[in-house]
């Protein structure tokens, strides 16, 4: 396992129930499906933003880097961001930034995204929640700092 990829907004990505497209930012301490440190770290954010726009995007918070976060749920994609490195309280919660007008399905970017590993939460829909904590559904690494 490589790894974490501490102190930077690292992004990975995963599919819900019904296949609707996440991009989850870790700003260096949030959980990453351990699967995806197997191999060499992979750019998905770059991917994503290699999908065409096709939907507007909905802001649930305001915070200076909102441009990125919007750029991804303009192609479909919702965005949960790691909020922990700012709370006093660990929550181990990812929170729902943007999401788009019209969701993209992981099926329907499969010939953009062909070769990256993205997980699913078959138990969550990303449109019903506010939040995920990831490492209910799969075992996660975390940065430690000891």
Sequence with gaps: MIEYPSDWDWVWAASDAGGNLAAFITAGHGGIPKLLLEGELVDYEGALLRLPTTSDACEFEKCKIMGGFVNLSRRGIFVFDWADVHNRIE???????????????LIDALDVLSGLKIVRLNDVTFADVDAVDVSRYLDCEFYSNN
């Design 91 to 105: 929550t181990r919660m990812y929170h729902k930034i943007t999401a788009p007008t019209r969701p993209l399905k």
